[in-house]
């Protein structure tokens, strides 16, 4: 395992959008330093590295990851290329933080794992809810039968349109809702499968297309094999950001009001049939990401054990691929 200082010294590629809140506002809080950056546009880079105190900006992202001052690579490139820069950084021997999902299919999740797996370099693909107390609480609850047994789970994931130019609308750029927000809704219904008897399985879905191959929005259907039902309402050209999940059982149920981004809302509503009680528990509006990086940062200093691992990765890709099967398209 690679060993770095402290603080970790982060490498960026590219100038993306979402890396203020996925990981310049969380190094700022953790007291680590975002050392490189590269984009395909050297101009976009310098005002991203201006913008938001990088400390260099260099010519390639294959500069970023050889750098020798880089301990730590973060990945937020269009979903296309994840998997051959995750590898590029695998190889150079870098930890690596990809945005999910950490490759386009399953059989390029295949060859990122193994190559992380020989190398033993971690990995960690971001699905940052995880870390989050929201999540936590919700364990709590499903472990104490809180709800009895879970009958439905309904996970709905929904974003106003992207730029038209945005890379989720390119098949050759691994775009689609499924890809971007789906990818959620399934981790979070596969973790659930810990209370109704294992994991789930696609039983069908429908979609609206932009393009041939491109889902604007799509509906999943899911059944676990103690006959919970599952529902994925998944879109991105909804009119306001919607990331809930509600677990019905036998004896009430749990709604996670935003369960993606808790920092906006952190209610957990719980309710009760056995007595008729509603609660609401809030848990926080730390960054999911702040306690994303902070777990990273452990398993790479000190190999700490991380929630999620590379056969999680791995396993994610097979039910993406499926899910896009189901609704009639292509895998990415």
């Not at 960026?12 to 975002?34: F, K, N, Q």
């Not at 069908?204 to 529902?231: F, H, K, M, T, W």
Request: some cysteine; hydrophobic content about 45%; aromatic content about 6%.
């Amino acid at each position: 395992m690679t060993e770095v200082t402290e603080p970790l010294r982060i490498g960026l590629l590219g100038a993306s959008r979402i890396a203020e809140s996925a990981i310049v506002g969380p190094a700022r809080t953790l007291g680590h330093r975002l050392v490189a950056v590269a984009a395909r546009d050297r101009g976009r880079a310098e005002a991203f590295a201006d913008k938001y105190g990088v400390e260099r900006v260099l010519d390639s992202y294959a500069a970023v990851i050889d750098d020798p001052e880089v301990d730590v690579i973060y990945n937020p490139l269009a979903n296309a290329l994840h998997g051959p820069w995750n590898l590029a950084a695998i190889r150079a021997g870098k930890p690596v933080l990809s945005e999910k999902p950490f490759a386009r299919n399953e059989s390029e999740a295949q060859e990122v794992a193994a190559a992380a797996r020989a190398a033993d370099v971690v990995v960690l693909e971001g699905f940052h809810y995880l870390f989050h107390p929201l999540m936590a609480r919700t364990t709590e609850l499903l472990d104490a039968g809180a709800i009895g047994d879970i009958a439905h789970v309904e996970v709905v994931m929904a974003m106003p349109p992207p730029d038209d130019n945005d890379p989720r609308w390119s098949y050759d750029l691994a775009g689609g809702a499924l890809m971007d927000l789906g990818c959620y809704s399934l981790h979070v219904s596969r973790l659930l499968g810990r209370w109704c008897g294992g994991p789930p399985e696609i039983t069908g879905g429908r979609a609206s297309l932009a393009s041939p191959q491109i889902d604007e929005s799509c509906v999943l259907d899911l059944r676990y094999p103690n006959g919970a039902a599952g529902l994925h309402a998944v879109s991105m050209v909804a009119g306001e950001f919607v990331f809930s999940l509600r677990i019905v059982g036998d004896e009430g149920s749990l709604f996670l009001h935003d369960y993606l981004a808790p920092n906006r809302d952190d209610r957990l509503t719980i309710v009760s049939s056995r007595d008729g009680t509603v609660g609401v528990e809030r848990l926080g509006i730390r960054s999911t990401y702040t306690y994303q990086l902070e777990a990273f940062a452990d398993a790479v200093r000190t190999g700490a054990a991380l929630p999620i691992d590379l056969d999680d990765a791995v396993e994610n890709m097979r039910y993406l691929d499926a899910a896009y099967r189901a609704i009639g398209l292509h895998p990415r």
